[in-house]
């Protein structure tokens, strides 16, 4: 069955360092894939997307994801982090019908 | 532009009660989804629906969850009877079209507690 995984359950960054989320899909064929973000109070949104394509997709408020096939994996990337970051992040593979969820990473930015 | 709008927000009620939660999507937007986000867990797709017609629905515990969009809009999930696991955060979700491409706009959600 297609899953996929998140490697950190919750992490936790001091303002202006770097971020780089793990995710790991188990599904052989092609994948279109997702990050999204539900910030405290809020609605889950989408912070970007990868269809085909440059493997390096950039998203809103500065994020970047990186499509390694090889790997399996699509991990979320800032190069400097601010205290409005503050949020839960999910990586979702859309493999053809429906978004399959990872578990989730909990990001908490310390000012 | 006004986003997936659904009630209540909350629902506490003890189990083998029941219990139905309302989506209104976006307007225009052809596909809806129920997706349950049980606490620590990311959301899992419940239901599809694509107008007034299931498109997935291999989720659903069909014993106890129902679920229906007669018109095409609005759309309602039940459950009956509840649960203790069925503690959980229930997502709507509408998109354009059932499409990848398509992005999904998701819901306040509705936090049910089963006691």
């Known amino acids: 069955a297609q899953s996929v995984s998140q490697h950190n359950h919750h992490v936790i960054l001091s303002e202006a360092a770097s971020l780089e989320l793990g995710c790991n899909y188990s599904?052989?064929?092609?994948?279109?894939l997702f990050w999204y973000v539900q910030y405290p109070g809020q609605h889950l949104q989408l912070l970007l997307k990868?269809?085909?394509?440059?493997?390096l997709v950039k998203g809103i408020k500065g994020f970047e994801a990186e499509f390694i096939k090889s790997k399996f994996s699509f991990n979320l990337r800032k190069p400097s982090v601010q205290w409005s970051d503050t949020a839960e992040y999910f990586c979702?593979?859309?493999?053809?019908?429906?978004?399959?969820f990872g578990q989730g990473t909990e990001l908490s930015v310390k000012p | 532009e006004a986003g997936v709008a659904q009630s209540p927000r909350y629902k506490i009620i003890e189990k083998r009660q029941s219990v139905a939660f309302w989506c209104n999507p976006i307007?225009?937007?052809?596909?809806l989804y129920w997706y349950q986000q049980i606490l620590g867990q990311g959301p899992k797709l419940l239901i599809q629906?694509?107008?007034?017609?299931?498109?997935?629905d291999s989720q659903l515990p069909k014993d106890r969850f129902s679920a229906e969009r007669l018109k095409g809009v609005d759309s309602t999930l039940k459950i009956q009877p509840a649960k203790l696991e069925d503690s959980a955060v229930y997502l709507c979700?509408?998109?354009?079209?059932?499409?990848?491409?398509?992005?999904?706009?998701f819901g306040p959600g509705t936090r049910l507690t089963v006691l």
């Open positions: 979702a593979v859309h493999p053809g019908g429906k978004l399959i």
């Open positions: 307007s225009g937007h052809a596909t």
């Open positions: 990868y269809f085909s394509g440059d493997p």
């Open positions: 979700a509408s998109s354009l079209g059932p499409s990848a491409k398509d992005t999904q706009y």
């Open positions: 599904y052989g064929g092609t994948v279109n």
């Open positions: 629906f694509q107008n007034n017609g299931v498109v997935d």
